[in-house]
């Protein structure tokens, strides 16, 4: 018993000879003088996220996703990661999907990057999220730490609003007088 992942591992067993002193009581070699044996592998490997919280500056550019595995396997492994939108959305916060990360043969660390896209809104700090998932891989499943949730940090500053000019003038006939207010960027949504 051993705890590496490894696959089933098959072996023959073959009666080769009858030593004298058995074959002097009457015991013969039949005809089924060969048999496979298999063990079977009951040993697994986890694959997590770690850590599971990341944080990310919204003009830094991508994150990198640190997947780790509880031991390495003989041979190369897929998992899937799926992002999800929180309050960041995909296509305008960050580029995500459905993605198929490599554990090669041996390791048990790998990365995915996900790339972050910088905006002009100030919309405070979002968040999204990623699901990692095994499936048709004999030993390898997901473990406990099958979830990341990774923080945008806003970078756009304080939003500055002020008049358009610094002094106005209307006759006091003119009923109302229009001040023009002017914002140094779009005000988030419902703001």
Do not use: C, H
């Not at 072996?11 to 074959?23: G, K, P, V, Y």
């Not at 916060?93 to 490599?102: A, C, K, R, W």
């Not at 790998?110 to 405070?124: M, R």
């Amino acid at each position: 018993n051993d705890s590496l992942l490894e696959g089933n591992e098959n072996f023959m067993a073959n009666i080769e000879d009858i030593s004298e002193a058995a074959a002097d009581l009457g015991v013969k070699k039949g005809a089924r003088d060969s048999a496979e044996v298999t063990i079977t592998d009951n040993d697994s490997v986890q694959a997590n996220f770690s850590p599971t919280i990341y944080t990310v500056s919204e003009d830094g550019g991508s994150v990198e996703l640190l997947l780790v595995a509880s031991g390495p396997a003989p041979f190369n492994y897929s998992v899937t990661v799926d992002t999800f939108d929180g309050t960041a959305g995909d296509g305008s916060d960050y580029t995500g999907g459905s993605f198929e990360v490599e554990f090669p043969a041996g390791s048990t660390t790998t990365s995915l990057t996900v790339p972050i896209l910088d905006d002009i809104l100030l919309e405070g700090n979002e968040w999204f999220g990623g699901l990692l998932s095994v499936s048709g891989v004999d030993g390898v499943m997901a473990g406990p730490d099958n979830m990341a949730n990774v923080t945008i940090l806003d970078n756009e500053g304080d939003i500055i609003v002020e008049f358009e000019k610094s002094a106005y003038s209307f006759n006091e006939d003119v009923g109302d007088g229009i001040l023009t207010l002017v914002a140094s960027a779009p005000a988030p949504a419902g703001g």
